[in-house]
């Protein structure tokens, strides 16, 4: 006897829809509302503006002239290509994305380090989350949410979150055990060791998972441009329905300027993490003191 799997979970989008097709309204609207607003002060600005800005911020995370020149140069390009309406709406569909992702990702990784308990319900539900083909993700938010923008984004967030969770629960477990004791041993809480030693010296590897966050996310944006999301993602479809090589190309292309950007911008900003991992290590050597002179006879 063939199982209906399938059929079993259909059956249960379609309860959910009867039962809580309220709160997928609400969902959208919300949404809706959150990313109009981020489209609109992203579009609204004059481009150089942005590009400026844009060019501001990877100066100051990556410190590197290359990356800087490189947002003076490629934004531009995008606006030669008449697609800066299209790039800033998928900057704004990624923001959103990342910003509701990290927002789930980052609690369940810290959860998960936690609790070992929770590590292992949540391992096999990522594993699932990464291997599914994304196009899957698309099938039920289209029920849920219609065609549009807010299906995109539900598809998006479910395939970001899992780097979110791993590399936030990698970030935390493989401190060192010698600075948690030491910070047992001065009385400190469990909420103050988290907040004050664990979190900031995991930063480096929460970086590293925002990083790919932002990269999945912008990923799956463009696929999202098959159920209706717009953008960038509308642009490559358009391109891909009409054999339109050139249309293709340049969206594909400011796509690659996104990405890269992004990509260099937030991986600079992990090296933060670093240079603050130095200054606790530093804080803590001080705070311990010199080593009484019998040990270190021993």
Not at 27 to 49: C, D, N, R, T
Request: aromatic residues 8%.
């Amino acid at each position: 006897m063939r199982p209906d799997i399938g059929g079993w979970f259909a059956s249960i989008i379609d309860w959910m829809l009867a039962n809580f097709g309220w709160f997928f309204d609400g969902v959208a609207w919300l949404v809706s509302q959150i990313v109009g607003g981020v489209e609109f002060v992203l579009v609204g600005l004059h481009p150089f503006l942005i590009i400026g800005l844009l060019a501001a911020a990877a100066a100051a995370l990556t410190r590197s002239l290359g990356i800087t020149l490189f947002a003076a140069i490629a934004f531009p390009l995008i606006v030669s290509m008449g697609l800066w309406v299209e790039s800033m709406s998928t900057l704004a569909v990624v923001l959103v994305s990342v910003m509701f992702s990290l927002a789930i990702g980052i609690p369940l990784g810290i959860w998960a380090a936690l609790n070992s308990s929770v590590s292992a319900v949540i391992r096999p539900v990522l594993d699932l989350m990464q291997a599914m083909p994304v196009f899957v993700y698309l099938i039920p938010a289209v029920f849920f949410f219609g065609v549009g923008m807010v299906p995109g984004i539900a598809a998006t967030i479910v395939f970001s979150i899992p780097p979110a969770v791993r590399l936030t629960e990698l970030g935390i477990r493989k401190l060192d055990v010698e600075l948690l004791e030491a910070a047992m041993a001065f009385g400190a809480k469990r909420g103050t060791i988290l907040k004050e030693v664990q979190l900031p010296l995991a930063f480096s590897s929460i970086m590293a998972g925002v990083n790919q966050v932002i990269m999945l996310a912008l990923s799956m944006v463009v696929v999202a441009g098959l159920v209706g999301a717009g953008g960038l993602g509308g642009v490559v479809v358009e391109g891909v329905a009409q054999l339109d090589t050139a249309r293709g190309f340049e969206g594909g292309l400011a796509v690659v300027i996104l990405a890269v950007y992004l990509d260099r911008v937030t991986s600079g900003a992990r090296s933060i993490g670093d240079v603050l991992r130095n200054r606790r290590i530093r804080k803590e050597q001080r705070a311990a003191g010199p080593k009484p002179a019998v040990a270190a006879a021993h």
